[in-house]
């Protein structure tokens, strides 16, 4: 398993920007696609955006599209969310995640059920 931690995320004004890591200890990050998550207030953790182990393939949900970048820096076990041009309905506790395999390479996933590593999750909340 990956042990995951992200940090950052608070605080931001609609139009504005956000930038936030996840860091991850553990077996060898670079097997791994990871991905980010999010829970509004209310409702069901959503998929937002993944990215494959060799840091190629990137998928993101179509509300996110254009706004949001992922990105991976395997040297150091890191993985980032990049998010722009923020909407209050961006509000949501966002969490990132491994996925359960480890195939490495240009795999990806966006269901939840092929992630097996969790963070605690990172507050984000946009102001209009």
């Known amino acids: 398993q990956v042990q995951l931690l992200e940090s950052g995320g608070g605080l931001g004004q609609a139009g504005g920007s956000l930038r936030f890591p996840c860091a991850a200890t553990g077996r060898t990050f670079s097997r791994y696609s990871m991905a980010w998550f999010r829970q509004a207030p209310m409702k069901e953790r959503e998929f937002v955006a993944v990215?494959?182990?060799?840091?190629?393939?990137?998928h993101y949900t179509d509300s996110v599209k254009g706004r949001f970048t992922i990105s991976r820096d395997n040297a150091k076990n890191t993985v980032y969310l990049q998010m722009n041009s923020l909407k209050p309905e961006d509000t949501a506790v966002y969490y990132c995640?491994?996925?359960?395999?480890?195939?490495?390479?240009?795999?990806?996933?966006?269901?939840?059920?092929?992630?097996?590593?969790w963070g605690q999750g990172t507050q984000v909340t946009v102001s209009s």
């Open positions: 995640a491994a996925d359960k395999y480890g195939h490495g390479g240009y795999y990806y996933y966006s269901d939840n059920s092929n992630f097996g590593s």
């Open positions: 990215v494959s182990a060799n840091g190629i393939n990137t």
